[in-house]
C-alpha cells in the first residue's frame, strides 16, 4: 500500500509542479506534513543532496524520499510517478501540437503558464529560506527570538552573495566549486 501511496503523491506532484523541479517543493512541504515520511529539516537536507548531485532536483528529491520511506522499490515507484505525468502530456501534446500550436487559445495558454511556473519557484525558494536560515519549532517550543535564527546558516548565506556578487576571482568559479565549499563548510562546523 506505501508504493501506491507514493506513486499517487509523486504523479500529483509530477502532474501539478510547472516549472521545473525547485517547483515540486510547496508539494513536498504538504507531503511532510500530511504523511509524515520527512519533517521540514530532512526536506532541507534532501534539497541540498538533490541540488549537490547531477541530475533534475525534482527527480533526485522523488528518489531520495521513495527510498527513505521504502528503499530500493520506493524510490523507483516515487521516480516512475513524478516522471509519468510528464511523459504522457508530452505524449498527447506531441500528436496534436502541431495541429494547434497556431491556435490563440493554446498560445494564451502557454503564455498564462509563464507566471504560475514563477509563482511556484518563489515559494520553492521562499520554502528553502525558511527551512534552512530559520528554526521556527525551536522557536515554536522556547519562544526566545535567538532560537529563531540559525546563525551559521545565514553567517554562510551572506557570505556567499558577498564573495559571489564583490569578489571577481570567485564570480568566475564553477557553481561546484561553492557547493563543495558549501559543503566543507558544513561538515567542519557541524552545522
Excluded at 6 to 26: H, N, Q
Excluded at 80 to 86: E, M, Y
Amino acid at each position: 500500500m506505501i508504493l501506491l501511496t507514493l506513486f499517487w503523491e509523486f504523479f500529483k506532484t509530477g502532474l501539478f509542479s510547472v516549472g521545473g523541479g525547485m517547483a515540486t517543493l510547496p508539494f513536498l512541504y504538504r507531503m511532510s506534513e500530511t504523511q509524515g515520511w520527512f519533517n521540514s529539516a530532512q526536506l532541507a537536507d534532501m534539497v541540498a543532496v538533490s541540488e549537490s548531485t547531477p541530475g533534475p532536483i525534482g527527480v533526485n528529491m522523488a528518489t531520495y524520499v521513495g527510498f527513505t520511506v521504502a528503499g530500493i522499490p520506493g524510490a523507483v515507484i516515487a521516480t516512475i510517478g513524478l516522471v509519468a505525468p510528464s511523459i504522457i502530456v508530452i505524449l498527447l501534446i506531441a500528436r496534436v501540437l502541431q495541429k494547434f500550436r497556431q491556435n490563440r487559445y493554446v498560445d494564451a495558454a502557454f503564455y498564462a503558464l509563464r507566471p504560475c511556473s514563477v509563482g511556484l519557484i518563489a515559494a520553492a525558494g521562499l520554502l528553502v529560506v525558511k527551512i534552512a536560515l530559520f528554526f521556527f519549532d525551536r522557536y515554536a517550543e522556547t519562544g526566545a527570538f535567538a532560537d529563531l535564527l540559525n546563525g551559521k546558516a545565514i553567517l554562510l548565506t551572506v557570505l556567499l552573495l558577498v564573495l559571489t556578487r564583490c569578489v571577481k576571482q570567485v564570480k568566475k568559479l564553477h557553481p561546484i566549486f561553492l557547493i563543495l565549499g558549501s559543503a566543507a563548510i558544513g561538515a567542519l562546523f557541524r552545522f
